[in-house]
C-alpha cells in the first residue's frame, strides 16, 4: 500500500489528490475527470448525503 501511495503522490494525478466537499468524510481521493471538479468521492456516499442535507433545507426554507 505504501508503494502504490509512493507512486500515485508522484506520478500524473499527484495533483489530484485532495480531500472532498463533505466535512464528514475522511476519504482522500483522486479526481480522475476530465475537468477536474469532481466533489465527492462517490454519489453513491457523500453526494447522496449532501443532497438529502440540501434537500431537506430547502423544504424547511419553503414551510417557513
Do not use: I
Not at 38 to 64: N, P, S, V, Y
Request: aromatic residues 4%.
Amino acid at each position: 500500500m505504501a508503494r502504490d501511495a509512493v507512486g500515485l503522490l508522484t506520478e500524473a494525478y499527484a495533483d489530484r489528490v485532495s480531500e472532498r466537499g463533505s466535512s464528514d468524510c475522511q476519504l482522500v481521493c483522486v479526481d480522475t475527470s476530465r475537468p477536474g471538479g469532481r466533489r465527492w468521492c462517490a454519489m453513491e456516499r457523500c453526494g447522496d448525503r449532501h443532497k438529502a442535507l440540501a434537500h431537506r433545507a430547502r423544504r424547511q426554507e419553503a414551510d417557513a
